[in-house]
């Protein structure tokens, strides 16, 4: 029952173009700071991280705690969803 860490399916868009590029599974609430790669529940990207429509890169490959992950560039994209308010 108890649930200490709470997970939100969110989306992550495109900041300059609003194109989706992920639908994420986000632990716990807050700023999206990255995305690990195991939490991607889709990918519309090229897995380049970069947006497909207008090629603005809002990623950079990162590890946190050993786990693969995308760490979002401040202010390329937007989260639709639940993010913690
Ligand atoms: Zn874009």
Redesign the pocket.
């Known amino acids: 029952m108890t649930k200490k860490n709470k997970e939100f399916v969110i989306k992550v868009l ?1 900041a ?2 609003g ?1 989706i590029l992920y639908k994420y599974k986000k632990e716990g609430a807050g700023f999206l700071v990255k995305c690990y790669v195991d939490g991607i529940l889709k990918d519309y990207t090229r897995k380049d991280l970069k ?1 497909p ?2 090629n ?1 890169q809002f990623a950079r490959l990162a590890r946190y705690h050993n786990r693969p992950a995308h760490k979002i560039i401040h202010g390329k994209v937007i989260v639709k969803g639940h993010c913690g308010q």
Do not use: F, G, L
Request: charged fraction near 10%; charge should be positive.
């Open positions: 495109c300059n173009c194109t947006c429509k207008c603005q």
